[in-house]
C-alpha cells in the first residue's frame, strides 16, 4: 500500500510529478506546487481530458474566458482541446494536486 502524502518534495524551483497509475487509456500523477505557475505566455492544450482535485493548498486555473479558482477538495474537468494554464499556486503551503488523465 501507498499514501499519497508520503515523501512529498518540497521544491521552490520545480514542481514535483509523480505518475500513480499509467494505463493505455488512463495516467494518474500526484503533482506538487509550491508557488509554481505556467510560463506567462504558455498554455497547455492537450488531446486528452484531464480531471484535476486539489488535495492540500490552492490554485487558480486559467482558462481563455474565465478562471477556475481551487481549494482543498475542489475538483475540476478541463476537456481535451481546452486552452489552460496555471495561473496561482500557494506560496504559503505546498498544493498537492491528483491529475488524472483520460
Known sequence: MNNIFENIIIDKEN???????????????????NGQVSKRDFWYMQEENEFVIVLEGEAILELVDKEIVLKKG????????IKHRVKYT??????IWIAVFY
Do not use: A, C, H
Open 15 to 33: 514542481e514535483e510529478f509523480m505518475d500513480i497509475l499509467k494505463k493505455p487509456n488512463i495516467r494518474i500523477e500526484r503533482i506538487v506546487s
Open 74 to 81: 475542489d475538483f475540476y474537468n478541463i476537456e481535451k482541446g
Open 90 to 95: 500557494s506560496l504559503k503551503e505546498s498544493t
